[in-house]
């Protein structure tokens, strides 16, 4: 999330629209440098972070992409990171697009 970070710190200019479209899969089971899940990290995590350290700057909207995997899958809250469960096979690759579909479908801030 350091990236995210430091991306969102040098950020000074307005944004009208901020779409996340960031996506990986079926990548080999990997942390990044602050120890998350590296497919979590990307496709969830960053662009949450991302879009709460930049909401200050958008006056317009923010848009979510993600596919229709998240519908085939169910949040482990007892494994939100990844830890316990073989990551290569497919019911958790579907696990793992659940949380995109808990960001909000119509958030208006003002």
Sequence with gaps: MTS???????WSDRLDIL?????VMDIPSSRTADG????TATNHTGPF?????????VTDR???????LHRQGRIDLTDLDWRTVC???WPP????S????CFPRNSNAA
């Design 4 to 10: 995210v970070r430091t991306f969102a710190d040098s």
């Design 19 to 23: 779409i996340n479209n960031a996506g």
């Design 36 to 39: 998350l899940d590296v497919q």
């Design 49 to 57: 972070f991302l879009i709460n350290l930049l909401l200050g700057h």
């Design 62 to 68: 923010v848009v979510h992409v993600t596919s229709q």
């Design 87 to 89: 990551t290569t096979e």
């Design 93 to 96: 690759t579907r696990r793992r």
């Design 98 to 101: 659940s949380p995109s579909s």
